[in-house]
C-alpha cells in the first residue's frame, strides 16, 4: 500500500529536550516536505526536499533542522523544542515539485506535538 | 496580503445537498496550481482535486468539482449530493510557477446534517 508514515503520532516532551520525528514513504517519490498546522493559520511549510542531499527552507524553518540522506527518508530535528513548536505536524511527499505535472502531495498521518 | 483567502470559516448543509466552499487567491504568475484538502476529524490531508492554471477545463474527482475562474482569481470547490462522511476541514492551496512552496488558505469546517 502507497503511504507516507510518520513516527511518533503523538509525543509530550519538554523544552529543551532534543526530538526527531520521522517521515517514510515507499512511492520512490522524489520531494518530501514537512508543514505544521496551528489553529486558524492553516497549514504552512517547514522544509522541503527536492532530492537526496537537497533540502531548502520553507516559510517557518526556524528551531528546525531536516536531512534527507535516503531517498524514502525524510525526518524533522527539533534541536532545542520550544512551547511555540507545540503544533500538529505533516510530511508530505509528491513524485514531482510543486512545478512539475505530478504534484499531487500524499501527506502523513500528523504528528501532534506538545512541548511542555 | 494573504495568498488564499477562504471567506467562509464554518459551512452547514443537509445531507445530499450540493455545497460550493469558497476560494480566491492572489498571484502575478500566469502558471500556477491550485488544490483543495480535507481534513476530517481524525487529522489526517486527503487531497481531493487539482486545477492548473493553463487547464482550460474544470476539474472534476467524482463527487467534486472545481469552479476554477481565472478572471476572478477564484477557485471554488463543489461538493454535490453532500455525505455525513464529508463533514471535515477544507483547505484551499497554491503553488505559484516558480515556488516549491505551497501556500495554505485557513481552511473551512464543513458539517453535513442529516
Known amino acids: 500500500e502507497a503511504q507516507v508514515t510518520q513516527n511518533p503520532r503523538y509525543l509530550i516532551t519538554v523544552t529543551g529536550k532534543k526530538l526527531t520525528v520521522t517521515c517514510s514513504q515507499n512511492?520512490?517519490?522524489?520531494?518530501m516536505s514537512w508543514y505544521r498546522q496551528d489553529p486558524g493559520l492553516g497549514l504552512r511549510q517547514i522544509y522541503y526536499?527536492?532530492?537526496?542531499?537537497?533540502?531548502d527552507k520553507g516559510d517557518v524553518p526556524e528551531g528546525y533542522k531536516v536531512s534527507r540522506k535516503e531517498k524514502r527518508n525524510f525526518p524533522l530535528i527539533l534541536e532545542s523544542p520550544s512551547p511555540n513548536q507545540t503544533s500538529l505536524y505533516f510530511c508530505?511527499?509528491?513524485?514531482?515539485?510543486?512545478?512539475?505535472?505530478?504534484?499531487?502531495?500524499?501527506f502523513g498521518p500528523g504528528t501532534r506535538l506538545l512541548v511542555l | 496580503a494573504q495568498k488564499i483567502t477562504q471567506t467562509q470559516p464554518g459551512m452547514f448543509v443537509q445531507e445530499k445537498e450540493a455545497v460550493t466552499l469558497d476560494c480566491t487567491y492572489d498571484?502575478?504568475?500566469?502558471?500556477?496550481?491550485l488544490f483543495w484538502y480535507k481534513q476530517p476529524s481524525s487529522g489526517e490531508m486527503i487531497f481531493l482535486i487539482y486545477?492548473?492554471?493553463?487547464?482550460?477545463q474544470n476539474a472534476t474527482e467524482g463527487r467534486y468539482s472545481l469552479n476554477f475562474q481565472k478572471a476572478r482569481k477564484s477557485a471554488n470547490l463543489v461538493i454535490s449530493a453532500s455525505q455525513l462522511g464529508d463533514s471535515a476541514m477544507y483547505f484551499c492551496?497554491?503553488?505559484?510557477?516558480?515556488?516549491?512552496?505551497?501556500?495554505f488558505g485557513r481552511g473551512t469546517s464543513l458539517i453535513v446534517h442529516p
Open positions: 508530505a511527499s509528491s513524485l514531482e515539485g510543486p512545478r512539475g505535472t505530478q504534484e499531487t502531495q500524499y
Open positions: 512511492m520512490n517519490h522524489e520531494y
Open positions: 492551496a497554491m503553488r505559484e510557477g516558480g515556488s516549491y512552496i505551497p501556500t
Open positions: 498571484t502575478s504568475d500566469q502558471s500556477y496550481g
Open positions: 526536499s527536492m532530492n537526496v542531499e537537497v533540502t
Open positions: 486545477q492548473g492554471s493553463y487547464d482550460e
